[in-house]
Structures are given as C-alpha cells and as structure tokens.
T-cell receptor
Framework: DQQVKQNSPSLSVQEGRISILNCDYT??????FLWYKKYPAEGPTFLIS???IKDKNEDGRFTVFLNKSAKHLSLHIVPSQPGDSAVYFC?????WGYGGSQGNLIFGKGTKLSVKP | DAGITQSPRHKVTETGTPVTLRCHQT?????MYWYRQDPGHGLRLIHY???????DKGEVSDGYSVSRSKTEDFLLTLESATSSQTSVYFC???????????FGPGTRLTVL
C-alpha cells in the first residue's frame, strides 16, 4: 500500500513556463513533506519542504503547496529551466510516531521532468 | 550532502556471499536510512534508525540487516546476497526537525 503517490511518471514543459509536480498521500500523521531532485548516477538532493501546519512554502523559483483536506501537495517551478530536468521525488515523514515508526521517511516513485529549450 | 559518505561506491559480488555497505555522517543527525532504487519503484526503504542501537524495518527489509553502534555510522548487511539485490543503495540522514534530509552518493551493487 503506497502511502506517498506520484501518479505522473513524466512531465514535459517548455523553458520559461511553469512546471507543476503533484503528490498525494494517505497518512494524516505525516509532519513534514519534502521534495528531492535527482540526476542520474547521483544521490537525491533536498530541494524544499513544508510543515504539515503550513499550506505554502516558497524558496526562489520553487514553491510547495499543501492541501491537507485533499491529502495533496504540489511543487511549482517557475520559470522552468533546462537544468531543472531531473527526476523529482516527493517524500513524507512522521516524526513522532505512526504506529511506532517515528522518523520513517517514505518516498513516492518519482516524476521525470523534462524542460525543453 | 551534509557530510554523508558511502563505501564502497561500487561492488560486484557472487550469489550467496555476505556483503556490508557502510554509511558515515558527520553532522550528528539522529535518523539514518537505507534505501534501494530500482527502475519503476523509486526509492524503497529497507531499514532505518532513530538512534544508536534503535532500528526498524522498512518496506523491503527481507534479506537485509542493519546495525548502528555509533551515531555517525549505519551499516547495511546482505546476509546472503541474491541477484534480486542487485540495485543502487542510498543512505540518508535527517535531524529531529524532519524538515530536511540529506543523501549519500549511492553504492552500485551487482550480484552475479
């Protein structure tokens, strides 16, 4: 049973436009939601996160929105650049115990973003 | 990468042999994780640790064991390697805030 779902395996966007990556989750006990970017042959790189008590967090071109009632979050990248082409992972963590599993950091399957010049 | 290293970076081994992968962090993070990445599956959690000598199973823990005797080191052992354990293994660490987490560069393991 997937607790964190990224239903779009891939996304293609034109340079300069907005990229929107989506993520759904099932566990209401998650405290933080994180986004990672991954290039081939490298480890994932932390991008941005949001606490479950907030609905928006912004860092430069990256903004994450959280809709707790829908158990849905999204990452907006604007403007998109060719260097943003990578696989993006959504992750969630429950810090204070979900069935005893404190600190369990769970990932979605990823969305491959391609930004075309 | 917040000072997370993995060793070895590449390993080829034979079916049935034990293998140990090491993760080392320098930032005193409380939580550490081992994931494997396979095509079509994303990052799947093998085991994680929420403190020294405190570990728990993840989604795909069968055939793997872990140990954490010091804050900075988290070891992953394949007790008897199988070809299905051919994968790229990533170690990660987070602090108690949970708001960010850092990964190592990965270990590519091939089991023949």
């Amino acid at each position: 049973d997937q607790q964190v779902k990224q239903n779009s395996p891939s996304l293609s966007v034109q340079e300069g436009r907005i990229s929107i990556l989506n993520c759904d989750y099932t566990n209401s006990m998650f405290d933080y939601f994180l986004w990672y970017k991954k290039y081939p042959a490298e480890g994932p790189t932390f991008l941005i996160s949001i606490s479950s008590i907030k609905d928006k967090n912004e860092d430069g071109r990256f903004t994450v929105f959280l809709n707790k009632s829908a158990k849905h979050l999204s990452l907006h990248i604007v403007p998109s650049q060719p260097g943003d082409s990578a696989v993006y992972f959504c992750a969630a963590i429950a810090m204070w115990g979900y069935g005893g599993s404190q600190g369990n950091l769970i990932f979605g399957k990823g969305t491959k973003l391609s930004v075309k010049p | 990468d917040a000072g997370i290293t993995q060793s070895p970076r590449h390993k080829v081994t034979e079916t049935g042999t034990p293998v140990t992968l090491r993760c080392h962090q320098t930032e005193n993070h409380r939580y550490m994780y081992w994931y494997r990445q396979d095509p079509g599956h994303g990052l799947r959690l093998i085991h994680y640790s929420y403190g020294v000598k405190d570990t728990d199973k993840g989604e795909v823990s069968d055939g793997y064991s872990v140990s954490r005797s010091k804050t900075e080191d988290f070891l992953l052992t394949l007790e008897s390697a199988t070809s299905s354990q051919t994968s790229v293994y990533f170690c990660a660490a987070t602090g108690t805030s949970g708001g960010e987490g850092f990964f190592g560069p990965g270990t590519r393991l091939t089991v023949l």
